[in-house]
């Protein structure tokens, strides 16, 4: 059975349609992300899955049974993190935990759960003057306390500086390592890369790709990438004439930036090429490709995350 | 019951600790007794029919915290946690509605009661003004008028758009809501047609039915006031369980 099924979910509000016959399930035990630009419609998609909106239409089932008309069994089989969460105002990290605890029939010992995260030394702080990264982590550990069979988590590392979505990163592990399933969204392309067993891209309410990431990449970015800055904006004619070199797949100007994907010698190809139009570089790195390739392929776009990779 | 208690501590010590809505629930009535006490007070006086400033408007003073409670600090409180996004989080827990609403009452009847409490034993204690017959009817008096209020104000927090327009609209009610209970100007001084007015506020009902057990009146004699505070909870209890919601939109 799948721990999450979505069949042809569509959302509009008002003129806005944005799910648009989203699909997909999610299988026991593995860590699923959503990905795609801010606005994509990954949030909307979660709150339905959590009951917290309903679908206009389509159908979702989460351990097999309905997000909404279900709601309060699922409220202990599932555990949720939201992108902007709150607890009332002026309690302590303890407290929470106390509260939160009191809610549910067997919880896990709190103080436990907050050493595991790293934030044991926080117990007597109170919530809203932890940073950011703490924050996160007392929101992670009460979605944790009933050991939920599968949990939520919407733009988990949004907030936090490199270093503590790395500590992040080893959380959510350890989570699916207890058998929990993970259903997480993300704009950070290195964190799916990193983290995630399948991902499914969002583009504009649509799934347009669902697969493992060296599945995507191959089937959707198989040619290497060189992203290239020059000194001045490339002129409109550049990227017709760079795809007309064989060895060439895919030219993208955007101002200044310049991303090429190609085969073999491409990258000499294009050098020579520019050199002979006098075009100067003022900045060039070649990569294989990755997740950002397969969105710019599928999309014509960049996901334009706010950390360069 | 274990989420209940757990619950309405954790309201009451959020509540608590914000010294400004703490300040104006429990300690602005009795501090403003003290200070209206100590400049007005002077003895038996001939405009409040021979008796003391305090003795005439003492029994008032609670409706102050109705005021405050009602229309500002339960439905502001509330949309707090609703904008900020807590209600949410604790609805996607197995926590009942009913169970939510039960502490969150709990809580401000508790601060709400402190409050008139304390006023009330300051003009006794401080001032002197006899205590009433029978105090235990004055306190029921005081807890029908505050889940009055508390219904009211659950309304209020349906219908008010955000927490900032219901500071700025709260704190406007409130001063009307005051100035009719009599407490800072006795009623029987006003203008005819300012009283008229006054008719309809339900804090000067309530006021009134303070007033009269205080003075030893009978609840039967006080039938417009405890029918006013009663429709009050009914027409408000409706109101607000059709308002009630958990999420901005």
Not at chain 1, 162 to 189: N, S
């Amino acid at each position: 059975m799948s721990v999450v099924e979505c069949v042809e979910v569509v959302r509009r509000f008002g003129d806005v349609t944005a799910l648009d016959g989203v699909s997909f399930q999610v299988a026991e035990g593995e860590i699923f992300g959503l990905i795609g630009p801010n606005g994509a419609g990954k949030t909307t998609l979660l709150n339905c899955v959590e009951g917290l909106d309903r679908p206009t239409s389509g159908r979702i089932s989460v351990l097999g049974r309905h997000p909404i008309a279900d709601r309060h069994e699922l409220t202990r089989l599932t555990g949720v993190q939201l992108q902007s969460a709150a607890l009332p105002p002026r309690i302590t990290v303890a407290e929470a935990m106390r509260l939160f605890s009191a809610l549910y029939d067997d919880p896990v010992p709190w103080p436990e759960l907050l050493t595991t995260l790293g934030i044991a030394g926080k117990q007597r702080t109170r919530v809203e003057r932890l940073s950011g990264g703490e924050r996160q982590r007392v929101f992670i550990a009460l979605a944790l306390l009933h050991e939920p069979k599968v949990v939520f988590l919407d733009e988990l590392t949004t907030a936090l500086d490199p270093q503590a979505r790395l500590a992040m990163w080893e959380v959510v592990e350890a989570v699916r390592g207890r058998g929990t399933t993970v259903v997480l969204t993300t704009h950070y392309m290195e964190e799916a890369e990193h983290l995630c067993d399948r991902v499914g891209i969002i583009d504009h309410g649509r799934l347009i790709a669902l697969d493992t990431v060296p599945a995507l990449i191959r089937a959707h970015a198989g040619d290497a990438t060189a992203r290239l800055v020059l000194t001045q904006p490339a002129p409109a004619e550049l990227a017709p004439e760079l795809k007309r070199i064989d060895t060439v797949t895919a030219a993208q100007p955007d101002g200044k930036y310049l991303t090429v994907q190609g085969t073999g010698g491409f990258l000499q190809d294009v050098l020579t090429d520019l050199t002979t139009r006098n075009i100067r570089i003022a900045d060039l790195r070649a990569t294989s490709p990755g997740l950002e390739d397969v969105f710019l392929n599928l999309t014509g776009r960049h996901m334009r995350t706010e950390v360069q990779s | 019951m274990k989420g209940y208690r757990a619950l309405t501590t954790t309201l009451l010590r959020s509540l608590l600790r914000e010294p400004v809505g703490f300040f104006f629930a429990v300690v602005f009535a009795p501090v403003l007794v003290s200070i209206l006490g100590l400049i007005f007070d002077s003895g038996p006086d001939p405009n409040f029919g021979g008796r003391s400033f305090i003795e005439a408007t003492l029994p008032a003073f609670p409706s102050l915290v109705l005021a405050i409670t009602g229309v500002l600090l339960v439905p502001v409180g509330h949309l707090n946690l609703r904008e900020s996004g807590a209600l949410r989080r604790l609805r996607l827990t197995p926590l009942r509605p009913a169970t939510f609403i039960a502490a969150d009452l709990t809580v401000n009847f508790l601060i709400g009661m402190s409050g008139m409490i304390a006023a009330l034993a300051v003009g006794w204690l401080v001032f002197g003004v006899a205590p009433p017959d029978s105090l235990a009817s004055v306190l029921l008096a005081a807890a029908l008028g505050l889940v009055a209020f508390l219904a009211l104000g659950y309304t209020l927090a349906g219908i008010y758009p955000s927490a900032g327009a219901a500071t700025g609209i709260g704190n406007t009610l409130m001063l009307l809501l005051m100035i009719s209970s009599g407490a800072f100007i006795p009623l029987t001084t006003m203008p005819d047609g300012v009283q008229k007015v006054m008719n309809f506020s339900p804090v000067r009902h309530f006021a009134d039915l303070m007033r009269g057990l205080w003075e030893g009146a009978g609840w039967s004699t006080l039938l417009l006031p405890v029918g006013v505070l009663s429709a009050m909870i009914v027409v408000f209890g409706v109101l607000a369980t059709a308002l009630f919601r958990w999420d901005r939109s």
